[in-house]
């Protein structure tokens, strides 16, 4: 019986099917398969593309790369309320040195794409209700954290950039 959930990704079974490469990202067939794209001898490169991100399938089940190569090189599912992070926003690269755990608020930052009402071009920074003030936010496991009422935007940015670093656990 196929595990459910991210508990499939534990199956020891696996590692006889790839065999990942933390240099290159890749996974590689260990066995000749036959799927949906044909024969697939030993050797060969391993996954498909679908929505950015590489998965490989086997028995019906589809398994998302950066979680396999993160359970290959930690032996472990990442912590609970942590997530794996590709560092440079490209979700195909699972090169080892590339993947890192962050909460979901710090992994939101590789969205890039600000709400279509910011004003300030700086995500969790708008102007204050008073003139020539700013005001600061950031969210927390679905609570928002007020940082204050800046006088300068300046001001507001870097708290917002310090408050970054303590929720999220974010590295320079």
Known sequence: MP????????????RALWRYDPETGN??????????GGIKLAGDRAGTL?????QLGHGGITYRAHILAWVWMKGELPPKGKEIDHEDTNRANNRWLNLRLLDRGGNNLNYGGLRSNNTSGVR??????????????????KEIVHLGTYRS?????????KAEAIYWELTS
């Open 50 to 54: 679908k929505d950015g991100y590489v």
């Open 153 to 161: 935007f300046e001001d507001a940015v870097a708290a917002r950039q």
């Open 3 to 14: 595990k459910l959930g991210s508990e499939k990704y534990l199956n020891p079974y696996l």
């Open 27 to 36: 996974f590689y067939h260990l066995l000749p398969t036959q799927g949906r």
């Open 124 to 141: 969790g920074v708008h102007k204050g209700r008073q003139p020539g003030t700013w005001f600061a936010r950031i969210t927390v496991d």
